[in-house]
């Protein structure tokens, strides 16, 4: 692949892999024994890419796989348009596949089997009852389409795969849906009562495969199934994280206004990419605005319309402006010839500002650039909305920008929904659906946009105002605040609060605590200075703090990891190079491991045994007499020498074990002579089937990835934002916790819903915060900003912009986001405390303040206050994680009510 596919993505690649290779296997022994592969993937997951690392799996092998033999692929869809489309993908992300390879089926297509080793790509129309492909004998045709599927099948099934994309658009389950006509596409898979030879394999890609598998449960397939995770796709940064709904209750005399909005939207989008793309030498990226219109506008509507935009976007000119609608032909706008576009060709032309359409656009369409859509389209069109905004939800550099949120958002704005109606659509993205977003989108209806607080100036007395008041006035000289009462009783509780917070000495040098923070933890070395000491702004006390990847269920082979990890290493950085030999250094690193089992194996004398083992093939002979009930059998046994295609073949297996090309080094490395390479490959294939060598090249692997990120922590935090991000990939990617720091944006766009709050680190153009809070949550808010708090940071629940702390559960490591962080200034110096509102009614409620307490034993320096606060018994309770003896409570308690830990230890909060 020429793409360094996410860690989701492979491991996609290898499961839909083995089952294809399955599924075949299990046809070649039991034709009767038919499969259905399904990929479910949700829209943005890169399905396309993954399909290809599948295809060229199968057809050139991999170091974990070998080739498919005669492996052929029938990719069908309803779109032609998106047969182009995929082709196209594949070539640009595939390594290994020719155009030669890939066939779109025209109507002059004519052989009797489909061709081995070849991906031929087949829209549905093109078998329609009338169709030219449905037809033998005619126009000098000698076989159908029909034909072509069938002898391929009946004569050479082995290795061939029926792809159905989009699968659960064409296949229904008759018994569900009443269907009396089978579906071209269940015709193509054939079987059951379509009369038609059935496919030996059919893989199914889909974001919503339950149609599909039903269906293929009534045909009686055997199903396999494998899922991307939405999770894993949005941690990838593949996806943009935010949805911006605009609307005017309606008003049909906004719309004009909507229009211009939209434009200074683009143009604002415009403006901040070419910014961040100058500042980082990557491509510049145009966005582009995506205008739906209703089924019929009349040319002056369009000539109106197209007039406002240009008016607006000074700019751009009407060559600018183009349109998909099912007609093909140019469209009149008042004057205007606006040309219809190829929607798959409008990621790539970059001339392309403004694209005009009517209902979805077409299936499989994406465009990461187009970040603002303007819809004409009324209420009950919902579903055509959705399915438009489902096709812009990619990254347009296919990641996340931490530095603008902005730029990871699209924005919606919807002139005749009222607000019932927006709160519908809101609800279908958050969801999903079949055609809409893939579920767990940050949906924003009242929008406001944040930057960092130029303020921070803390009032005496600060409340929570109505979302659209402004903030009571500060007393005047010498005037007492009008709480001052409420502010002596919350003192009270300050003073004890305090009271527990930082000690003399660092409490992480306790035996205890050294016990605490190993483990679940990384080596207690920083990867890049953390120290808040010099912080001289609220921004860099939060900026600073101590924060943890989190593993994700799907992980990255940590050689893998290595191996990249010291490419990016040695490569080229405007002119310098972090460390040139690096490849040099992870491939000597993952050899001494291999030497070290060597050299157990051959003092303990077993390695001359393993290897003669693997130079033979044992054969058992059976000797019966014939037509003699009286004589006996005789057993022999007998050793045949493996030739070299047998040696290759074991080759093969020890390269899977020993990934990335450390088998054949290791055979360099013993073998100094031609006539020697043979021994060198039995001992590599004896040595790689020892069991615990693939964990020890895991483990120093890992290890040595952890340690370059404390070595080279510096440099690479000196690298443009998109090569900084290609090394945060290999860290996410660990089997374990790795130190990092929090990333803020300098802005955002956020809800304007809730109340509004003074001296959070983001706020709009009136240093207010809007935050929607559950009570626990405002009374302990509300208490640290009478209490002084200079600064607050609400933390996010995920991503770089959030302080991630890694707790244990019977199902793997997670991540803890303490909801607040607080920066007090403490004896002329600016510190952060985090105080938690702990929820005692969640399940993992202990297994977060066992992750709190360790995490404390390790950073307590970091910290002036570290608290989980809890409302139990009718008052507030707070456990002091800087507390050595509250923490050894925490770690050793055994119960599954975190309420005890709050009533035995807590104190009043």
């Avoid at 629940?797 to 962080?821: C, E």
Wanted: with cysteine.
């Amino acid at each position: 692949m020429k793409y360094e596919l996410f860690d989701y993505q492979e491991a996609a690649v290898s499961a839909i892999s083995k089952h294809l290779v399955r599924a075949t296997r299990d046809y070649d022994e039991d034709p009767d024994e038919r499969a259905a592969v399904v990929l479910a993937a949700p829209t943005g997951a890169g399905k396309t890419v993954i399909a290809t690392g599948v295809i060229e799996s199968a057809l050139a092998g991999d170091g974990a796989m070998s080739a498919v033999e005669d492996a052929t692929f029938l990719w069908v869809t309803d779109d032609p348009s998106l047969n182009r489309q995929t082709l196209q993908k594949m070539l640009d992300s595939s390594s290994d596949l020719q155009l030669s390879q890939l066939t779109i089926i025209e109507n002059d297509f004519d052989e009797e089997f489909f061709t081995p080793g070849k991906v031929y790509f087949l829209n549905i129309q093109k078998l329609s009852a009338n169709a030219t492909l449905s037809r033998s004998r005619g126009d000098g045709r000698a076989y159908s389409l029909w034909d072509t599927i069938a002898n391929t099948i009946t004569q050479r099934p082995h290795g061939f795969v029926v792809v159905i994309d989009e699968a659960h658009r064409g296949t229904t389950a008759a018994a569900s849906f009443g269907r009396t006509r089978e579906t071209i596409v269940s015709q193509i898979i054939g079987g059951g009562r379509t009369e038609r030879p059935a496919a030996p394999v059919v893989w199914g890609v889909s974001a919503t495969p339950r149609r599909f598998l039903s269906a293929m449960a009534e045909m009686g397939r055997t199903t396999k199934q494998h899922t991307v995770r939405i999770e894993d796709v949005r941690a990838s940064g593949l996806l943009k994280e935010q949805i911006v709904l605009g609307h005017t209750q309606g008003i049909d005399a906004a719309e004009s206004a909507l229009v211009r909005f939209a434009v200074q939207r683009v143009r604002l989008y415009d403006g901040k990419w070419a910014a961040y793309t100058a500042s980082t030498g990557e491509p510049p990226v145009r966005p582009a605005l995506v205008i739906q219109v209703a089924d019929k506008p009349t040319q002056t509507e369009l000539g109106a319309l197209i007039g406002t935009v240009l008016e607006e976007w000074p700019d751009i000119t009407a060559d600018a402006v183009v349109h998909t609608f099912a007609d093909h032909a140019p469209v009149d706008a008042g004057g205007i010839k606006v040309p219809w576009c190829p929607p798959e060709d409008i990621q790539d032309r970059s001339d392309v500002r403004v694209v005009l359409c009517k209902t979805a656009i077409t299936t499989g369409w994406d465009c990461p650039r187009a970040e603002v859509l303007l819809s004409f389209r009324v209420a009950r069109d919902l579903d055509l909305i959705t399915q438009v905004m489902g096709r812009m939800v990619r990254t347009p550099l296919a990641r996340r920008i931490d530095t603008d949120q902005d730029l990871n958002a699209v924005h919606c704005i919807l002139p005749k929904f009222d607000h019932a109606a927006v709160e519908e659509i809101a609800e279908r993205f958050k969801v999903g659906g079949d055609e809409a977003l893939a579920a767990g989108s940050a949906v924003i209806v009242d929008a406001v946009e944040l930057t960092r607080n130029p303020t921070l100036a803390p009032p005496p007395a600060p409340t929570a105002l109505p979302p659209d008041a402004t903030p009571a006035r500060a007393p005047a000289e010498g005037e007492p605040p009008a709480d001052w009462l409420r502010l002596q009783e919350v003192d009270e509780i300050t003073k004890a609060r305090v009271a527990h917070a930082p000690r003399s000495r660092s409490t992480a040098e306790s035996s205890e605590d050294v016990a605490v923070a190993g483990g679940l933890f990384a080596d207690p070395e920083p990867v890049h200075d953390l120290s808040a000491a010099a912080a001289t702004s609220a921004f860099d006390v939060v900026s600073s703090l101590p924060s943890y990847t989190i593993p994700r269920r799907t992980l990255r082979s940590p050689v893998d990891r290595l191996t990249q990890m010291a490419i990016l290493l040695a490569g080229e950085h405007d002119g310098f190079r972090i460390d040139a030999k690096a490849p040099l250094k992870a491939r000597t690193a993952l050899l001494s491991v291999i030497d070290e089992h060597h050299a157990v194996l051959e003092e303990s004398g077993e390695l001359e045994e393993r290897v003669q083992l693997a130079s033979v093939t044992r054969l058992f002979e059976r000797t019966v007499g014939f037509a003699d009930p009286a004589s006996m059998s005789t057993d022999t046994t007998s050793e045949l020498t493996l030739d070299a295609r047998g040696v290759q073949i074991l080759m093969k297996r020890a390269e899977a074990l020993l990934p990335q090309g450390l088998a054949n080094a290791y055979v360099k490395r013993l073998a100094e002579r031609d006539e020697q390479v043979r021994k060198a490959q039995l001992t590599t294939i004896a040595i790689a089937a020892e069991p615990s060598l693939p964990e020890a090249l895991r483990s120093r692997a890992s290890h040595l990835v952890e340690q370059w990120f404390k070595d080279y922590g510096a440099a690479i935090t000196r690298l443009p934002a998109p090569e900084q991000e290609r090394f945060d990939r290999i860290k996410r990617e660990s089997d374990r916790p790795l130190l990092t720091t929090i990333t803020l944006p300098s802005n955002k766009t956020e809800s304007a819903a809730g109340a509004a709050w003074e001296r959070h680190i983001l706020s709009d153009a009136n240093g207010l915060y809007h935050a929607e809070l559950k009570s626990w949550e405002e009374h302990v808010l509300r208490t640290e900003l009478e209490a002084g708090a200079v600064a607050w940071y609400r933390n996010p629940s995920t991503g770089r912009h959030s302080l991630q702390i890694p707790y244990t559960t019977s199902v793997g490591i997670k991540g803890l986001a303490p909801d607040f962080i607080f920066v007090d200034r403490v004896t002329g110096r600016l510190v952060a405390s985090i105080v938690d509102p702990h929820g005692t009614h969640l399940a993992d409620a202990v297994d977060k303040l066992k992750g709190l307490a360790t995490y404390a034993a390790k950073h307590a320096d970091a910290y002036h206050r570290i608290q989980s606060i809890a409302m139990v018994d009718d008052g507030y309770l707070m456990l002091n994680h800087k507390d050595p003896e509250i923490r050894a409570a925490i770690k050793g308690f055994d119960g599954a009510d975190s309420r005890e830990l709050f009533r035995s230890h807590g104190t009043r909060y």
